[in-house]
């Protein structure tokens, strides 16, 4: 995770042999530190797959894809609804369960509910090993659940604490959003999906999207801990950070 929160989202993936990054809602000077960070070229990014089009998660789409011509993949409501619709050229429009590719990683989209135009989560793979990312969402659905089966890693948003949510600073209306079934996922919420895709290949889970004044990390470790049971206590925990990069995933 080069970012993660409401200030900017990036997620790197790369088989090594080729690269995607998902969303870029940093600016593009920021981007370009991050991924300096894991010695990482922009240059050698495939594709930008593009989970909506909220700002934290498209502010940095076009200056990276510009400067380096890296194409990139979104829905055709996340275009619509975005400055990526004046630059149609550089913009491949994606559909729920229509895979693509990013070198020789295949991509695959699937919808997530979300108080966006076409918000898609993906599912990603080189043919070893399996990749869903999921970070931004209110609810659980059939499709959620299906696309992420099986996966060897899951990036999966929990978001916030219920109770230091609605104690909270932030104005009703926008706690009753963000506890919505098309705002983001508590750790309740997140925890009740772990123990729904919970399997023995899991292997990692990186929580991510938590929220800097309704959320604690100790109390998001803690229920996905929980939720994994004993079944789950090889699966390996990490969080996704707002103002740095997170811990780097490797998987033989």
Known sequence: ????????????ISSGKSALLVDSGLSCRELERRLAQIDTDPGS???IAITHEHVDHVAGVLPLSSRYEIPVHASAGTVRESPLRSHLDRINKLKASAPFTAGCLEVVPFPVPHDAAEPIGFTVSDGAVKVGVATDLGSQTLEVLASLAESDVVLLESNHDVEMLIDGPYPWFVKERIASPLGHLSNEDAADLIRAIRHAGLRHLVLVHLSETNNDPAITLESARKALGRKGAGVEISLGWQHRVG???VLD
Request: aromatic share 6%; glycine share 16%; charged share 10%.
């Open 1 to 12: 995770m080069l970012s993660s929160g409401s200030g900017g989202n990036a997620t790197y």
């Open 45 to 47: 990014i495939d594709a």
């Open 247 to 249: 811990d780097t995933i």
